[in-house]
Nanobody
């Protein structure tokens, strides 16, 4: 499956963005989808994930209460809604697919999108 992340951009602190992870080649409904981010000079970190059915959600503590993930099976797309953005949220955001339910480790994911850049100004 090929993944395409989009929706990044420049936003002021307190603003919102919605990232999309679209798939081609296979339906996303058979995969758990995770979101990771990587700031310059730092390691890639888990942000959140959503299970194949959309029933199970996990979010990193740093984004709980601000970010949510959802999926639209009709559009074969998973979304990451990001509200109350902070400068420390600035990073390249990646979506990834796993055959497992949901995973917090990058090693659990089989397919990765190319990333979309989010910049939050103070």
């Amino acid at each position: 499956v090929q993944l395409q992340a989009s929706g990044g951009g420049l936003v002021q602190a307190g603003g919102s963005l919605r990232l999309s992870c679209a798939a081609s080649g296979r339906t996303l409904s058979v995969y758990g989808i995770g979101w990771f981010r990587q700031a310059p000079g730092k390691e890639r970190k888990f942000v959140g994930c959503i299970s194949r059915t959309g029933v199970e959600h996990y979010l990193a503590d740093s984004v709980k209460g601000r970010f949510t993930s959802s999926r639209d099976t009709t559009k074969n797309t998973v979304y990451l809604q990001m509200n109350s953005l902070k400068p420390e949220d600035s990073a390249i955001y990646y979506c990834a697919a796993t055959r497992q339910v949901c995973g917090k480790s990058a090693d659990e994911y089989d397919y990765w999108g190319q990333g979309t850049k989010v910049t939050v100004s103070s």
